[in-house]
């Protein structure tokens, strides 16, 4: 169906920029150490590392998970356990998240971002992030950080006062104050915020930024948290890298995520403002279990099903974080207090449904900028060549129209072709087969010419051509006809004047003709077989090696006393003894090395015109074929 096979199309592309990396969202529990004033635990860490254990009222439940961390876990074992994992990934090109869940005050907060002193995973990840690249050219970080409050997006690095809730629709009673983000989708990457701050991120910035983002952060008193946050806060950091002698890039999107806690509003006090900031947390993540729910099944039952991740704010910019393209990371939280058994066995249990979920982290590659302009400035010199051709071209097409109107449908010029005949048989004009020149000067067709004044009764007037007609079907040669064969013959193959005895051995009946029996007239012209054959029928008692060649002063080369060509000097070739052969075969020898043509051409002592038209007149039967050509 379309569906699967635009999901093909898609992993195909992919998979030619990159490995495809098909695997399981990773979940980690972390139980934090009990308060003052708490009983417990209800639950704790299996000694293999890997299990919890929790103990209800009713029975003592097991949880397998991948990597299950105690109260005794310091931040740097999650940094090792979780941070260098996704580092690994995004250096590599792909998306990597990691998202902390659980009930309010089971340590998300501290998890994600810590202290000073102490640090979570952000500013860990983001320091080494820094030192990794470091040593790459053209290598970067650019940070942002977000908030969803009462299903609004507000930027975390801009200090402008928030808004009062219920948010005004009117713009000018929300003056002076933030101004919600929208979200986009873009190529690579998740959803992103649209006109929020990114901060290139420099060594030494870290903590100074974090800073920024947590006090412009809402948190709020409760009877369950004293420091409780009411909303969820989304750090995304964008890492390009430039691969050396390639024209692309890699980039790469790192997501943390601090999700607030979900909260029983009968335990933590909440009224006014406070209520609604909790319901809309509650909603939230109800939408965000609906949703993983919705995507294990269809990966499970592997049929088309709609997962719908427009149910809430947080849900769409999560869409690629959670079973989409990126490597995912899920890191439960839960108190191991008594009065909190029915949120962590709440949270265990979505954590062991969220490992069924399978994540393809693709490799991101996109063209590097810098190498794009490149491109279009070698593009755009060959746009201006192309442009200057066809402004040639364009200078140059009316001669070429000038040229085509001259022409006739069979490419023979229109010198050739008869007036008459063209307006009767237009488009496909004959050549001239009897070409005569009218008293009016111009070349007409015989027999169309004849029937022309024969239609009008009207006899021709005196014709331009010397001594009538000669014949039926021998006429005699158009001057005008013959001048233009002469101009036509570009290359001047063959002597002026073997054009009329071409014509007269053709018959005028094909000009087209006669220029092929002219080309090949000119091949045997070259061939000494050609002026052996003359010799040996003209002068059969005489032997060629006796006659006197005359030296013409091509043949003679630097034989000229003007020219100033040095001689060089031979090199000296040891003789080398050869064998003897018979006379026979010596004068087999110097016949084929010997010229005939000025052989031949040496014993007309007076070049008449009777010698040169029998050389060109048998040349000609041969080329027309009525002598057969031996070789």
């Known amino acids: 169906d379309l569906y699967s096979f635009c999901t093909l199309l898609f992993f195909l592309k992919a998979f030619s920029f990159g490995e495809i990396m098909s695997e399981s969202i990773r979940v980690v529990t972390r139980i934090r150490p009990l308060l003052a004033g708490e009983k417990g635990p209800v ?12 103990q209800t009222t009713e029975q003592k439940l097991e949880f397998d998970y991948d990597t299950a961390i105690g109260p005794s876990g310091s931040q740097q074992d999650m940094h090792n356990n979780i941070g260098m994992r996704a580092i690994e990934a995004v250096l590599d090109g792909r998306n990597a998240s990691i998202m902390a869940y659980g009930q309010t005050n089971s340590g998300k907060t501290f998890t994600m971002i810590g202290t000073k002193k102490n640090p979570g995973l952000v500013p860990n990840i983001l320091n080494e992030l820094l030192l990794r690249i470091s040593s790459s050219e053209g290598a970067s970080v650019r940070v942002s950080a977000v908030q969803i409050i009462n299903e609004f997006m507000f930027d975390l690095f801009d200090k402008t006062p928030m808004p009062d809730f219920p948010l005004s629709t009117k713009k000018e009673l929300r003056k002076g104050k933030k101004n919600p983000l929208k979200i986009r989708e873009r190529e690579y990457g998740p959803f992103e915020p649209v006109g929020n701050i990114k901060m290139r991120l420099l060594p030494g910035q870290v903590w100074p930024l974090l800073l920024l983002a947590e006090s412009q952060r809402e948190y709020a008193k409760t009877n369950s948290n004293e420091c409780s946050s009411r909303s969820h806060s989304v750090y995304l950091a964008e890492v390009v890298q430039e691969v050396p002698g390639e024209n692309y890039e890699l980039v790469s999107n790192l997501t943390l995520i601090d999700l607030a806690g979900s909260e029983n509003v009968q335990r933590s006090g909440v009224v006014g403002k406070r209520l609604a900031e909790a319901s809309n947390i509650n909603r939230s993540l109800s939408a965000l279990k609906g949703l993983m729910g919705d995507i294990l099944e269809q990966q499970q039952t592997r049929k088309p099903h709609f997962v719908n991740y427009r149910n809430s704010t947080l849900t769409k910019l999560l869409k690629n974080s959670i079973g989409g393209n990126a490597q995912a990371t899920l890191i439960c939280n839960v108190s191991p207090s008594v009065e909190c058994g029915t949120e962590t066995k709440s949270t265990l249990e979505f954590g062991q449904m969220s490992r069924g979920i399978r994540c393809k982290a693709v490799q991101n590659v996109r063209k590097n900028a810098a190498k794009l302009n490149e491109e279009i400035a070698a593009a755009r010199l060959v746009l201006s060549a192309l442009s200057n051709d066809i402004r040639r071209l364009e200078r140059q097409l009316p001669d070429l129209r000038s040229l085509e109107e001259r022409m006739s449908f069979n490419g023979i010029p229109n010198e050739f072709t008869c007036p008459l005949t063209a307006q009767a048989t237009a488009p496909f004009v004959p050549v001239f087969k009897r070409p005569v020149v009218a008293g009016d000067g111009i070349t007409y067709e015989r027999d169309v010419l004849f029937a022309n004044w024969k239609q009008k009764a009207r006899y021709p007037s005196t014709s331009q051509l010397p001594k009538g007609f000669r014949g039926e079907f021998v006429g005699f040669p158009n001057k005008n ?16 004047d073997v054009i009329s005895v071409i014509l007269q051995y053709s018959n005028y009946f094909d000009i087209q003709s006669c220029f092929l029996v002219s080309r090949r007239w000119f091949a045997i012209c070259q061939d000494n077989r050609f002026w052996e054959t003359l010799f040996k ?33 031979q090199k000296k070739t040891t003789k080398k003894k050869l064998k003897t052969k018979t006379p026979k075969q010596k004068k087999k020898v110097k016949q084929s090395q010997m010229n005939f043509r000025e052989v031949y051409l040496s014993k007309i002592v007076v070049k008449t015109e009777i010698r040169s038209f029998r050389v060109r007149t048998y040349g000609i039967q041969l080329a027309t074929g009525l002598k057969p050509c031996k070789w």
């Open 537 to 569: 029928r003209d002068y059969p008692n005489e032997d060629p090696s006796k006659c006197i060649v005359k030296k013409t002063p091509e043949s003679e080369g630097t034989s000229d006393p003007d020219s100033k060509t040095e001689k060089k000097p």
């Open 481 to 496: 006809i013959e001048s233009q064969l002469k101009s036509w013959n570009e290359n001047r193959l063959w002597p002026a």
């Open 43 to 54: 639950c704790r860490a299996g000694l293999d590392g890997a299990k919890v254990e929790l």
